[in-house]
């Protein structure tokens, strides 16, 4: 009977996990169609597709991920999504980028 509890629970939370990456899928495509720009798109693209990935490598490897690294990932990718105009203008950020986000981890 506890075994039947546990995989209720696993698929609630799986659930859950699902709707929050759906929600902020659908939020970054509605900023995508504000700003029909070639970078924009691909930011949007790439942020979706990073946030996609990490759910199905939760879901299918059985990782179990806390809601502190939802958290985290969701910070990585709407910050590098929000700041990706930076690459253009300032050649340093990737450097700053890579030197701060994985201490957020």
Do not use: C, W
């Not at 699902?18 to 693209?45: M, P």
């Not at 939802?70 to 929000?82: E, V, W």
């Not at 700053?96 to 957020?104: D, G, N, R, S, T």
Request: proline share 2%; hydrophobic share 50%.
């Amino acid at each position: 009977m506890n075994i039947d509890f546990n995989i209720e629970s696993k698929i609630s939370r799986y659930r859950s996990k699902r709707r929050v990456i759906i929600t902020l899928s659908v939020i970054i495509l509605a900023i995508l169609y504000t700003f029909l720009e070639k970078s924009a798109i691909i930011g949007s693209l790439s942020a979706i597709v990073l946030l996609v990935i990490f759910y199905l490598a939760d879901h299918l490897f059985n990782l179990d991920f806390k809601k502190r690294h939802y958290l985290f990932i969701i910070i990585i990718s709407i910050s590098t999504f929000l700041l990706s105009s930076l690459y253009y203008v300032h050649p340093q950020y990737d450097k700053i980028q890579h030197f701060v986000q994985p201490l957020i981890i």
